[in-house]
């Protein structure tokens, strides 16, 4: 049986580190600290100019106030702490020779057997976790602060950032929760020699500095992020002749949003790409990595894994997977595979643009059909085997875009209008970005593409038949061509409202502004000028063309539609030259939607955008969000 289980654990404070030792008693069933200590840094008081207090706060939390106690543990204790430990599995975590861990969880195990000749009555055994954690560290911890009263393993403490509670990528540190990612703040950099440590170099840059974005973006570029790990780390592993007291020790906080560190050290060590990206910084402002320190044998040496590291990262594109959407006369949706390694383009056979047909119960069917087959002419319909030279030209371009994740202009699918993805896959990964509000980029792609396969597959000359806010200005008063700031003149609208279960039967209601008629739920032939302009002047005051805006949805964001059917809705509005703006969503509506519809009511006698569908609760609630927008 188990007669001893020891907990060690050492945390990367930047300038220091903390570590403790822990031991459960089974036997005598007793469990006491062993030791504690917070490590100081060789570095004089005078050499840590720029750090921050956040270390110092982390380290002091860790301390364990019962330093002397002695516990005592019952029967019932034990078994639950032996059943835990249990479910521990081997594991032989390597350190790397001179860069400092973020975590190192070590357990001792002392095996008592009462059988066996003496010299192997007792068997100790080790389990090491470098920048890792068992699978059942947490329950172990809530156990102990169940049994003991205190957090012993730490499992409260998310400010020091470790791979307990964050995903930390190359580009950036992630909240494993929520998958947001966190906001870089300040930047502390440290570096002395181990002959001179009252003389060292320090700078500090934050979030108010104007070079602090560029920081940032070099950063990610070398993944100094990950400089913790193995993977950036090759060169220090193959290296035979390391010497961890010779030579420059380097510390680096990164400060991110409400005080969580990164610690990230080396002594006389360091990550693959600290050349490239110190030259880099040394181009741009000045040696701050003090490289030219290292001689150039050793820098030369470093370089070779960068270089292999960086390519990697950037370079080897293995597949691209591009995805659009657009509303027309239902939601048309197509992806294709750009697959790099076998140079060739794989169209998604599950989509469901198909061959676009005339819609027969929707009069602007014809004014949709028409732009979704200049869409539809220009997708991948069938494998394309790709020019290896083009493609390597092509991929050259890619890796000098910069794709920056945005969040789409609607927060929920069935709202988009319109939607571009693209997702890159590399050795390092997948990384897909929406590129819906970055039409600028989303254009240089498709530039690429089409110079790629000789035909525009992202459809971006088509692309100007939707209204969008990018080639128009989308007003309250109607909508304008960027180009010539003309007014287009709106001449048709169609909206129709059905339930989700409605086994074919629908209503709709058209009207050509053009000629002065309405069909559908009401037939009429001879509207007035009046009555059009009345009309048009009810879209205008209730700011029915910015419904394409997020900002208009304030109560289908906040307050969620909970039903299981319901209603779908669309409305469409074609203006000269066949420029199309389909809106449409199942049971939510935009803001101004209930007094819209109440003014209808009042205009024509009848529920024309069936308000009677509406929760009256609901009712109050658009009510409430509309009068931002009318008399905000």
Known sequence: MKEKMGIYQRYNLGPQHYHSYFEFDFKNKKAQLISQDITEDFRKDNALIYTDDSNLKIANSLLIAEENKIFDLNEDDCQKLYSEFDKIKYSHDEEIPGIWQLSNITFSEKNFYDDAPEIFKIHESNYQYVNNYPKNWIPLGNLIIDLLGFDLLNINLNNLITPLYYNITSEGVYEKQTNNKLNLKKLNFN??????????????????????????????????????????????????????????????????????????????????????????????????LRINEIDKEQQNFIKSFGENKLAKKRNIIKKIEISQTILLDDRKHYEFTLDCENSVIIP???????????????????????????????????????????????????????????????????????????????????????????????????????????????????????????????????????????????????????????????????????????????????????????????LEKNRVYEWVFDEFWNKAIYHKWCGFDGYNWYLSLVFEGNKVLNIGDGNDYPDTFVNLAEEVIEFSGKDILKLKTVYEDDIKIYKKYAELHLNG
């Open 348 to 538: 998604y056979d599950n989509y469901d643009l198909y061959e676009p047909r005339e819609h027969i119960s929707r009069d602007l069917s014809k004014k949709n059909y028409s732009v979704s087959k200049l869409f539809y002419e220009n997708i991948v319909k069938e494998e394309i085997k790709l020019d290896e030279q083009k493609l390597d030209n092509f991929l050259n371009e890619i890796n000098e875009l910069k794709f920056i994740d945005e969040k789409p202009h609607m927060w929920f699918y069935d709202k988009n209008y319109y939607q571009n993805l693209i997702t890159i896959h590399t050795p390092m990964g997948e990384k897909s970005y929406n590129l819906t509000n970055n039409y600028e980029l989303w254009k240089k792609l498709g530039s690429l593409f089409e110079e790629l396969l000789g035909f525009d597959v992202l459809n971006i000359k088509n692309f100007k038949n939707i209204i969008n806010p990018f080639d128009y200005d989308i007003c309250n008063d109607g909508v304008y061509d960027k180009e010539t700031g003309d007014k287009l003149s709106l001449e048709y609208i169609e909206y129709g409202h059905e339930a989700v279960l409605h086994f074919g039967i629908g209503y709709n209601i058209y009207v050509d502004l053009l000629k002065g008629t309405t069909s559908g739920l009401i037939e009429k032939d001879d509207l007035s000028n009046d009555e059009i302009e009345k009309i048009v002047s009810l």
């Open 191 to 288: 570096i002395v020699s181990f002959e001179e440590p009252f003389n060292p170099f320090n700078f500090s840059i934050d979030s108010e500095d104007s070079d602090f974005e560029k920081i940032i973006e070099l950063l990610e570029d070398y993944g100094v992020y990950k400089w913790y790990d193995k993977d950036y780390a090759e060169n220090i592993i193959e290296s035979d002749d390391f010497n961890d007291f010779k030579g420059n020790s380097w510390f680096i906080e990164l400060i991110f949003e409400n005080g969580r560190v990164l610690n990230l050290r080396g002594d006389n060590a360091y990550p693959d790409t600290y050349i490239h990206l110190g030259n880099e910084i040394l181009n741009f402002k000045e040696d701050l």
